[in-house]
């Protein structure tokens, strides 16, 4: 009689246990969201969506991208060709966003988001803000959508990054830098705030 009662009562406990697992505190299923960039193993061979925040003078600066990472390819005049306009990161465009006007060269960027696409070459590098920020790849590309092109000299034989990746760099009075570095190779979009 003794193990009856247990039995009835351990399998009771199992039923309930049972539906409050598939019925949930109050009816529906919780479920955490795909694990962030920050989990995600260096060695994994998908590209990483990440950001990278900044402040230059009174103006903050975001950059938003897919890292891929290097594993063991040949990237400059490999995977990323030489002389064909690139998104700077993998999958959608690389966005950075202005929270006040910057100035490069000579040229005032008003605040906003824009798509960051650089054309890599051997000896110089054409650097790109574009108007239409949200893209896949170059796929829409258009020039005629360019707030902004200007060459630059890469850094190159720096020590390897693995993993593609953007800092904001504050130069101090109102003067910085968004640089992307990857592979051994380093390239930055200088600009000034007010």
């Not at 795909?34 to 990278?52: F, G, L, M, R």
């Not at 925040?53 to 975001?62: E, F, I, L, P, R």
């Not at 360019?146 to 720096?158: A, L, Q, S």
Request: contains cysteine; glycine residues 8%.
């Amino acid at each position: 009689m003794m193990k009856k009662l247990i039995y009835t009562l351990a399998l009771a406990l199992l039923i309930a246990s049972c539906q409050n697992k598939k019925s949930g505190h109050d009816g529906h299923e919780h479920h955490q969201p795909e694990a962030a960039s920050a989990t995600q193993p260096e060695n994994s061979k998908k590209s990483i969506p990440q950001e990278a925040h900044g402040n230059v003078g009174n103006a903050h600066v975001s950059v938003y991208y897919h890292s891929p990472a290097v594993r063991e390819r040949v990237i400059w005049g490999g995977l990323v060709p030489y002389g064909e306009v690139w998104v700077t990161g993998a999958h959608s465009a690389t966005n950075i966003e202005f929270s006040k006007a910057i100035q490069v060269e000579e040229t005032t960027i008003p605040k906003g988001k824009y798509a960051f696409f650089t054309i890599p070459g051997q000896e110089r590098w054409t650097l790109i803000l574009n108007k239409n920020w949200e893209q896949h790849l170059a796929d829409d590309y258009d020039q005629a959508e360019d707030v902004i092109r200007i060459e630059v000299t890469p850094e190159t034989g720096m020590p390897l990054a693995e993993r593609l990746t953007y800092t904001i760099e504050d130069k101090g009075e109102g003067s910085g830098a968004i640089r992307m570095s990857w592979e051994k190779l380093s390239v930055s979009l200088p600009f000034k705030t007010d």
